[in-house]
């Protein structure tokens, strides 16, 4: 059976070809891309959800960062798909996982675009951390690291020795969190249930929503706050140190008897 990308996705081959196009045209992109993985992998097998669940996210970074020379990295690499597909890949996606085909994750060997060769979980904060510390050792300050984690792996105890470092490292670094509530199974555990508490939590989003929307009315100017906040997120994108990975923890977050 013959699977063909939709409209715009065929016209893509490297993030290159998706930088030309406009944002208003990006939610086709994703939807072109979805149905692509599902075709595909209905007929040739593979992973099904990880992949479906990021494939905004993985436009989205395609289309922002300028990949490969930022350097992405994938937490596991189920979920690189919709990456693999807008990386060079499209045309053999369908020997995925077969004899002689291209890896189910991300591989170097394969694509100047994937970073890191994964397969086991919660290493993709270690592994843009060393890149980023290296790009500052050669200079490199323009160059963005950004690592995307899922809920599951963020539970491991290597995902939390590589926050450790960056947190007083100087390296640019910009960690993703995926928390789409779902491991292999649902996860389990107090990190997934503060993660729940803060973005189920009433008071919690009113105050973001309170905020965002008294950002909006704020006068745009140059010697408006609101252009303070802007040009500070801008810094971010551009290259600024994350100084703090982690917001600080609730006390009560690893106290086992804490409920909702
Ligand atoms: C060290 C290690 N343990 C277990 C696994 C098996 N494994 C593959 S995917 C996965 C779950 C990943 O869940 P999450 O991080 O939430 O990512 P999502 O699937 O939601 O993208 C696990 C445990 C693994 N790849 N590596």
């Given at each position: 059976m013959e699977i063909t990308a939709g409209q715009l996705l065929s016209q893509i081959e490297y993030p290159s070809d998706l930088r030309k196009l406009s944002k208003e045209q990006l939610h086709q992109v994703c939807d072109e891309l979805r149905q692509f993985i599902i075709d595909t992998v209905s007929v040739h097998g593979g992973h099904f959800g990880a992949s479906l669940g990021v494939v905004e996210l993985t436009v989205a970074l395609h289309y922002a960062f300028n990949t490969p020379y930022d350097q992405l990295v994938w937490d596991v690499?189920?979920?690189?798909y919709g990456h693999k597909i807008l990386t060079g890949r499209k045309n053999v996606f369908?020997?995925?996982?077969?004899?002689?085909?291209?890896?189910g994750f991300p591989n170097r060997g394969e694509s100047e675009y994937d970073t890191f060769g994964v397969?086991?979980?919660?290493t993709s904060i270690g592994a843009a951390l060393g890149m980023a510390i290296a790009s500052a050792n050669k200079g490199e300050h323009d160059r963005q690291h950004i690592a995307v984690i899922g809920d599951g792996a963020m539970t491991a105890g290597m995902a939390f020795e590589a926050l450790n470092h960056a947190g007083v490292s100087n390296a640019n670094l910009l960690v993703i969190l995926n928390d789409n509530c779902m491991s292999i199974d649902p996860n389990v555990g107090a990190l997934k249930e503060y993660l729940t508490d803060i973005t189920t939590s009433h008071t919690y989003n009113k105050f973001r929503d309170d905020v965002w929307n008294l950002l909006g009315k704020l006068p745009v100017g140059k010697n408006s706050p609101r252009h303070g906040l802007q040009a500070r997120s801008q810094r971010q994108r551009h290259g600024d140190q994350i100084q703090q990975p982690l917001r600080k923890p609730e006390p009560s977050l690893f106290r086992a008897d804490r409920r909702a």
């Open positions: 690499g189920h979920q690189a369908h020997t995925n996982r077969k004899y002689k085909g291209i890896a397969g086991h979980s919660s």
